[in-house]
């Protein structure tokens, strides 16, 4: 399999992640359908969060046995172990306490008026960019970012098998990853979806982007250098971010009917596992 091919189906594994972006541009869907919506969105990411730990956390075991067993001294394992617990502080507590700033923004900014209807420059300031995005398309840049860290450790696999020849791997993993894709895309828009503001289709791309796009990295990356610590640290990374986000989407399930949060998830759990499933029947 050439460079070009490689680099083409991740390409192709990335940008299945599209087919989910327009459930964010959803009118006024019905309230139980909004809800249901957010929480198999959670579902899927609850899964992501599973799948990911568990690969994240393969080297690091190997390396517990191998220093229990002699094979290995105690540096592969204490290497691991940092890359895993720092990664998941990271991923986490960068998202907490970036939300917390976001928030110190905001209100230092709504303090400072000079009159009635008039707002000072530095209200103006603090309103630009990110921080004057509505809830809803902050919590899916929060995802599309949680996603894409995933995304770009797939792609290092894929990269990594295609480099050492073993072409029925890679294309494989690029299905699998593909199908993974495809229900992480509307894992990013199913909290835009009836939002005050209507996304734009820029907005909606940029998302994918940001969660696809380093499919495509991570394989050309992969295809010539392969490294195990490297994808230790992304997935782990990915891990604390959607963890912080499977967080806030169920404190907002939990104000709606709580059977609709469970169907929710447990289709989106579904969704997931099956998805793993035809994946792992076709022989990965």
């Given at each position: 399999?050439?460079?070009?091919?490689v680099?083409?189906?991740?390409l192709v594994a990335?940008?299945?992640i599209l087919?989910?972006?327009?459930?964010?541009?959803?009118r006024?869907?019905?309230?139980?359908?909004?809800q249901l919506?957010s929480?198999?969105?959670?579902?899927?990411?609850?899964f992501?969060?599973?799948?990911v730990?568990a690969?994240a956390?393969?080297?690091?075991e190997?390396?517990?046995?191998?220093w229990?067993s002699?094979?290995?001294?105690?540096?592969?394992l204490?290497?691991y172990s940092l890359l895993f617990f720092?990664?998941l502080?990271v991923?986490?507590?960068?998202?907490v306490y970036y939300?917390l700033?976001?928030?110190r923004?905001m209100a230092?900014?709504k303090?400072r008026k000079?009159?009635?209807g008039?707002?000072?420059?530095t209200e103006?300031?603090a309103r630009?960019g990110?921080i004057?995005w509505?809830?809803?398309?902050?919590?899916?840049l929060m995802?599309?970012?949680?996603?894409?860290?995933?995304?770009?450790?797939e792609?290092?696999?894929?990269?990594?098998?295609a480099?050492k020849?073993?072409?029925?791997?890679?294309?494989?993993?690029?299905?699998?990853?593909?199908?993974?894709?495809?229900?992480?895309?509307?894992?990013?828009?199913?909290?835009?979806?009836?939002?005050e503001?209507?996304?734009?289709?820029?907005f909606?791309m940029?998302?994918g982007?940001i969660?696809?796009?380093?499919t495509?990295?991570?394989?050309?990356?992969?295809?010539?250098v392969?490294s195990?610590?490297?994808?230790?640290?992304f997935?782990t990374l990915?891990a604390?971010s959607?963890m912080?986000?499977?967080v806030q989407?169920i404190?907002?399930g939990?104000?709606?009917?709580?059977?609709?949060?469970?169907w929710g998830?447990?289709?989106?759990?579904?969704?997931g596992f099956l998805?793993?499933?035809i994946?792992?029947t076709?022989g990965?």
């Amino acid at each position: 399999m050439s460079t070009a091919q490689v680099l083409l189906l991740g390409l192709v594994a990335g940008a299945t992640i599209l087919l989910g972006l327009p459930i964010g541009r959803l009118r006024r869907p019905a309230p139980v359908l909004k809800q249901l919506l957010s929480a198999s969105a959670t579902g899927v990411l609850v899964f992501l969060l599973w799948d990911v730990l568990a690969a994240a956390f393969g080297p690091l075991e190997v390396a517990a046995v191998g220093w229990h067993s002699g094979d290995s001294g105690p540096a592969p394992l204490a290497g691991y172990s940092l890359l895993f617990f720092g990664g998941l502080a990271v991923g986490l507590m960068g998202l907490v306490y970036y939300e917390l700033w976001m928030s110190r923004r905001m209100a230092a900014g709504k303090a400072r008026k000079f009159g009635p209807g008039a707002m000072a420059a530095t209200e103006v300031a603090a309103r630009r960019g990110v921080i004057a995005w509505s809830s809803a398309k902050r919590l899916a840049l929060m995802i599309a970012v949680g996603i894409g860290l995933h995304n770009f450790a797939e792609g290092l696999a894929i990269g990594g098998a295609a480099a050492k020849g073993e072409v029925a791997l890679a294309t494989l993993l690029i299905i699998g990853f593909a199908l993974h894709n495809a229900t992480e895309g509307f894992g990013i828009t199913a909290p835009l979806a009836g939002a005050e503001e209507r996304p734009t289709w820029s907005f909606l791309m940029t998302m994918g982007l940001i969660g696809g796009g380093p499919t495509f990295v991570g394989t050309l990356i992969g295809h010539s250098v392969t490294s195990e610590p490297i994808s230790v640290a992304f997935l782990t990374l990915a891990a604390g971010s959607i963890m912080y986000v499977v967080v806030q989407l169920i404190g907002v399930g939990l104000k709606g009917r709580r059977e609709l949060l469970g169907w929710g998830l447990l289709i989106g759990l579904s969704a997931g596992f099956l998805t793993d499933l035809i994946v792992s029947t076709a022989g990965v």
